[in-house]
């Protein structure tokens, strides 16, 4: 196994056998299996009181500059073109399509971990569901792995590009983070999911469309979950000084993930114009809502993961030319 790539020295690592251990180690690691197949989730938070003398505390927050890159990987600085309807007959440009894919939950997955670091005064629940989802993301990482394998390619073939890393990292806060992520980049992916599997299915292969079409419904809680923080974290609901339950470990981070503000009855009523333009407001320059709708918008599941149609009205109308594309 290979090193970890060095991070910035200060603040120091977290101790070891923490979650915040195992987030750490999982961005830096250069080794491709532990990307893929991470090892199991601590029970214990550095914040515990059992890990301090005096009581417990946040964690100093870190915020990881890059990860850590297996050797077989091909960094690349510009994005390849993405295959036509007619060229994904050619096995060879649906491999790449689906290294990018991977790809893709590689780098999600990443900043998942990425968030939990940068963001340690964060409701436990809220890190706790960022676990759920990285383990989700290399979970995916491994099903398209495996069609990969199935048509005679492995991940590391075709170039990559970091570019979720090149512009994620630039939130500040928590809200931002989610404005991002969850909204907006894991909202974009429902759209390109069920755009691709329709091409899969078109040209006969079956197996390529089911599998794009599972990760899309398994990205939609992810997409909710950001919808549920981001209105908690932008008090953009009139439950928002509720405190959502919180767990104790990791071992869950399923229950934690879907902890989320109410409102009075029990609800959490959907986003609306009102929050899209608080949701663009949280967008870090040059990034742009453009960047994060597909064409064509899969409405149907952007509203089962919470988004209201006033919302989807305002993202399939937004007409600025996204910088920085």
Known sequence: MMSPATPPSDPPPPPPGTVERWAWDYVLSTDLEHKLSPPPVPSLWESDATLSASGA?????????????????????RAQK???????????RRAQLFHAFLHHELQAAELMAWALLAFPETPRAFRGGLVRIALDEARHMRLYAAYLAAIGHRFGDFPVRDWFWTRVPAAASPAQFVAVMGMGLEGGNLDHTARFAERFRAIGDVEGAALTERVCAEEIPHVRFGVRWFRRFTQASGSAGQTAPSTSAAGDPAAAGEAAPRGPDGVAPPPGAGDFEAWVRHIPPPLSPLLMRGDPMNRRDRSRSGLSEPFLDALASWTERAPGS
């Open 82 to 92: 993405s295959p036509g309807p007619e060229a994904l007959r050619n096995p060879a």
């Open 57 to 77: 505390g946040p964690a100093p927050p870190r915020r990881i500059e890059r990860p850590g890159r297996p050797a077989a990987l091909r960094i690349s600085e």
